[in-house]
C-alpha cells in the first residue's frame, strides 16, 4: 500500500532557530516529491522535486529529495512566527498521497 | 489561479451537495481531494478533457463533472458525518506540480 509518512508530528521553536522536517515515502509509482504549507485555509504549494531536481531553495526554506533512501527533508533557517503552520507532503504521479503534516509552533 | 465555491457550507444527513471550482482555461487536468481534520488531503479523483481518469478509494456517491471550459463539479450523494471535511479542488500541471484552491468547507450535520 502506498504511503507518505512524516516526522516528528509537532514541533515547538524559538525564533530564530533551524527546523528540519522529514518525510519518508513509498509509492508505487513515484514521479515526484511536493511540499506545501498549510495555514487556514488550503495548502500552498512550496517545492516540487524530482529525479532530475533533488535539491531546491527559496529564501530560508530548502528541500533535498533522496531517491535512493525514499526521503526529504525541508529546512526551514532562521524561523520566524508567520512559519507557524502544518507542513505536508506528498508523492506519487498524477495521484498524490499525503501526509498527516507536521505541526510547526514558532514562539517569539 | 483555482477558485471554489461555495466557502463554507452547512447540510444534513441525507442530502446532496454540489460544490465547484474553476481554473485558468488551459489547464486541463482537475483533481478533487477530501482533506479531513488533522489528516493530509486524501484523492477523490480526476478529470482530464471532462473525463474521469483516475479515481482514490471513495463510494459511488462521490462523482465528478468537467465542463469544455475546464471548470469542474464535485457531487456527494446521501450525505454522512464523515463526509465533514475541507473539499479541495486543485490544478495538475504538466510538470506534476499541483495547485489548490482555496478549498470549500462541508459540515454534515
Redesign the interface.
Known amino acids: 500500500e502506498d504511503k507518505v509518512v512524516q516526522s516528528p508530528l509537532s514541533l515547538v521553536v524559538h525564533e530564530g532557530d533551524t527546523v528540519t522536517l522529514n518525510c519518508s515515502y513509498e509509492v508505487t509509482n513515484f514521479r515526484s516529491l511536493l511540499w506545501y504549507k498549510q495555514e487556514k485555509k488550503a495548502p500552498t504549494f512550496l517545492f516540487m522535486l524530482t529525479s532530475s531536481g533533488i535539491e531546491k531553495k527559496s529564501g530560508r526554506l530548502s528541500s533535498i529529495l533522496d531517491k535512493k533512501e525514499l526521503f526529504s527533508i525541508l529546512n526551514i533557517t532562521a524561523t520566524q512566527t508567520g512559519d507557524s503552520a502544518v507542513y505536508l507532503c506528498a508523492s506519487g504521479t498524477y495521484k498524490y498521497i499525503f501526509g498527516t503534516g507536521t505541526r510547526l509552533k514558532v514562539l517569539a | 489561479g483555482v477558485t471554489q465555491s461555495p466557502t463554507h457550507l452547512i447540510k444534513t444527513r441525507g442530502q446532496q451537495v454540489t460544490l465547484r471550482c474553476s481554473s485558468q482555461s488551459g489547464h486541463n487536468?482537475v483533481?478533487w481531494?477530501q482533506q479531513a481534520l488533522?489528516?493530509?488531503?486524501?484523492?477523490i479523483f480526476?478529470y482530464y478533457r471532462e473525463e474521469e481518469n483516475?479515481r482514490?478509494n471513495f463510494p459511488p456517491r462521490f462523482s465528478g463533472l468537467q465542463f469544455p471550459n475546464d471548470s469542474s463539479e464535485l457531487n456527494v450523494n446521501a450525505l454522512e458525518l464523515d463526509d465533514s471535511a475541507?473539499y479541495?479542488c486543485a490544478s495538475?500541471r504538466e510538470?506534476?506540480?499541483?495547485?489548490?484552491?482555496?478549498?470549500s468547507r462541508l459540515t454534515v450535520l
Open positions: 487536468t483533481s481531494y488533522g489528516q493530509g488531503p486524501q484523492f480526476q483516475g482514490g475541507l479541495l495538475l510538470s506534476g506540480e499541483l495547485f489548490f484552491g482555496e478549498g
